[in-house]
T-cell receptor, first 108, second 113 residues
Framework: GIQVEQSPPDLILQEGANSTLRCNFS?????LQWFHQNPWGQLINLFY???GTKQNGRLSATTVATERYSLLYISSSQTTDSGVYFC??????????FGQGTRLTINP | DTGVSQNPRHKITKRGQNVTFRCDPI?????LYWYRQTLGQGPEFLTY????????KSRLLSDRFSAERPKGSFSTLEIQRTEQGDSAMYLC???????????FGSGTRLTVV
């Protein structure tokens, strides 16, 4: 089945900094989503982005399907951005396979 | 639309007991998924339904696990003869049939003592 790898595993930044999180996937996908898991464990859907670029406020994401990677950009980080960011992908099968996540810590 | 609801939020049980979790998906969503997440790991797929049909089950779903979705509405996940290794967060999500935009519930945290 599809494999999803995320990097870096951990990222510590000061408030106001920008960050880039990467997701590599092993096969062609027709579904790719980014999630934020807050400190209380709730998974929040950020983007559905099997290809192309999307932006939502300070967050944006780009997926280059032909090269099998996706990037999540966070600009002007705030402490509330802290948590774990997951990338999840699906190919022909309909279920999302999750990566191991990137733990982001934003210090004031 | 109140989102995906999971009950209970927490469950502590003794090894060997049976437990059942419930998930109420977003009403317009015909797909429902169960995932399991252990500390420091990403969610792992367990099973999913389209309407009332269970379309796929992971190898993680041993004989002690069973899931149902009667009438294509809410779903239950039952674990029989619980083991300490079953301790985890059990997450439910729903989506439209396209798979677009999974919405997750808050999860049920199971502790087996």
């Amino acid at each position: 089945g599809i494999q999803v790898e995320q990097s870096p595993p951990d990222l510590i930044l000061q408030e106001g900094a920008n960050s880039t999180l990467r997701c590599n996937f092993s096969d062609s996908v027709n579904n790719l989503q980014w999630f934020h898991q807050n400190p209380w464990g709730q998974l929040i859907n950020l983007f559905y982005i099997p290809s192309g670029t999307k932006q939502n406020g300070r967050l944006s994401a780009t997926t280059v399907a032909t090269e099998r990677y996706s990037l999540l950009y966070i600009s002007s980080s705030q402490t509330t951005d802290s948590g774990v960011y997951f990338c999840a992908a699906a190919g022909g099968a309909q279920k999302l396979v999750f990566g191991q996540g990137t733990r982001l810590t934003i210090n004031p | 639309d109140t989102g995906v609801s999971q009950n209970p939020r927490h469950k502590i049980t003794k090894r060997g007991q049976n437990v059942t979790f419930r998930c109420d998906p977003i009403s317009e969503h015909n797909r429902l998924y169960w995932y399991r997440q252990t500390l420091g790991q990403g969610p792992e797929f367990l099973t999913y339904f389209q309407n009332e049909a269970q379309l796929e089950k992971s190898r993680l779903l041993s004989d002690r696990f069973s899931a149902e979705r009667p009438k294509g509405s809410f779903s239950t996940l039952e674990i029989q003869r619980t083991e300490q290794g079953d301790s985890a967060m059990y997450l439910c999500a729903s989506s439209a049939s396209s798979g677009y935009g999974y919405t997750f519930g808050s999860g049920t945290r199971l502790t087996v003592v």
